[in-house]
């Protein structure tokens, strides 16, 4: 099985985007996370007030805009027959109704969809979006959507195991190997990529999830970036350094 | 505003680079325009 890693990306990645964006040095940088669609408008208003959220977050300043990649709302923010979108037909939209700020889901649950599939969506996003998208992945926690909607949701162990193997994919389809990939759960015969994204040597990668044993592993492994939640917002990205901070998770703050 | 600009520079300390979180009552826009008129700008120069 191939065994990919971020060997020479992640130092010069850490707290910082390599690419389009490398004149931007703030200590610093916030986002707004959207994760409610539900709004006085109505569905046939959403996608006007989209790219108004969009387009004034970027006016005044914010650096990235992220968004749950759910199938139906999650409990902590209304029932599930409240409004919601497939992250990467939106962020696909946004990207063609900003120009400058980043974009992310927060985060894919890496087995909504086939790894191939995945790395393809978020290299179509990067050069669409002209050097803007992040790959947020996770191991996926909502059940209730996955089953309701008839894709798979395996125990917790696989999950892990895929979001790993998910990221295997997407690293190498982001590298100059187009060779096979062969798992324990994906088989790819050819992993070629073309176009490569913009943002060399690949979009950043946050790998949510606050486990120690298994999360924290993947991220000084693979990714660059990690959230962690806090008393007052429902999350912050930092560097994959474990000891970099550790705070009290309170998922129902807000900005 | 000011205890979300104190924050910041406490999360900036431990070393956090990134803030990501939800706005309330984000369709109206006002709340974007008061983080983008004082948060950012005070953020920014940390």
Same mark, same amino acid.
């Given at each position: 099985?191939?065994?990919?890693t971020h060997?020479g990306?992640?130092?010069?990645?850490?707290?910082?985007?390599q690419?389009?964006h490398?004149?931007?040095r703030k200590?610093?940088?916030?986002?707004v996370?959207?994760s409610?669609?539900?709004w006085?408008?109505?569905?046939?208003?959403?996608?006007?007030d989209?790219?108004r959220?969009?387009?004034?977050a970027?006016?005044?300043?914010?650096?990235?805009?992220?968004?749950?990649?759910?199938?139906?709302?999650?409990?902590?923010?209304g029932?599930p027959?409240?409004?919601?979108?497939?992250?990467?037909?939106t962020l696909?939209?946004?990207?063609?109704?900003t120009a400058?700020?980043q974009l $992310?889901? !927060?985060v894919t649950a890496?087995?909504?969809?086939?790894?191939?599939?995945?790395?393809? /969506?978020? @290299? #179509?996003?990067?050069?669409?979006?002209?050097g803007r998208a992040?790959?947020?992945?996770?191991?996926?926690?909502?059940?209730?959507e996955?089953?309701?909607?008839?894709?798979?949701?395996?125990a917790?162990?696989q999950?892990?195991e895929r979001?790993?193997?998910?990221l295997q994919?997407c690293?190498?389809?982001?590298?100059?190997n187009d060779?096979?990939?062969a798992g324990?759960?994906y088989r790819l015969?050819r992993?070629?990529?073309?176009?490569?994204?913009l943002t060399?040597?690949?979009?950043?990668?946050?790998?949510?999830?606050g486990?120690?044993?298994?999360? $924290?592993? !993947?991220?000084?492994q693979?990714?660059q970036?990690?959230p962690?939640?806090?008393r007052s /917002?429902a @999350? #912050?990205t930092t560097?994959p350094?474990p000891s970099?901070?550790?705070l009290?998770?309170?998922?129902?703050g807000s900005? | 505003?000011?205890?979300?600009?104190?924050r910041?520079r406490?999360?900036?300390?431990?070393g956090?680079?990134?803030?990501?979180?939800?706005?309330p009552n984000?369709?109206?826009i006002t709340?974007?325009?008061?983080?983008?008129?004082?948060?950012?700008p005070a953020v920014d120069?940390l």
């Open positions: 099985m191939p065994r990919l060997t990306l992640s130092d010069e990645m850490c707290g910082e985007r690419g389009a490398t004149e931007d200590l610093m940088k916030i986002g996370h959207v409610s669609y539900t006085p408008g109505g569905p046939q208003r959403l996608a006007q989209l790219t959220i969009a387009q004034a970027e006016h005044n300043g914010f650096d990235k805009l992220s968004l749950m990649d759910h199938l139906w709302q999650i409990t902590h923010n029932p027959e409240h409004e919601m979108l497939e992250a990467y037909t696909g939209y946004l990207a063609a109704r400058r700020i $992310l889901a !927060l890496a087995i909504y969809r086939e790894p191939g599939l995945l790395a393809k /969506a978020v @290299t #179509t996003l990067d050069v669409l979006s002209e992040w790959l947020g992945i996770g191991a996926g926690s909502s059940e209730q996955a089953r309701g909607l008839g894709l798979t949701f395996p917790a162990g999950r892990f979001l790993e193997e998910a994919i690293l190498q389809m982001w590298s100059d060779g096979p990939y324990k759960h015969a992993t070629l990529n073309s176009p490569q994204p060399r040597p690949h979009p950043p990668i946050l790998i949510g999830g486990g120690e044993k298994k999360t $924290l592993r !993947l991220v000084a693979y990714a970036f990690m962690t939640a806090t /917002a @999350t #912050t560097s350094r970099a901070a550790r009290t998770p309170d998922p129902a900005m | 505003m000011n205890a979300l600009i104190q910041m406490e999360l900036a300390k431990l956090i680079t990134h803030y990501l979180g939800p706005v984000i369709a109206s709340p974007l325009n008061l983080l983008g008129q004082r948060v950012i120069e």
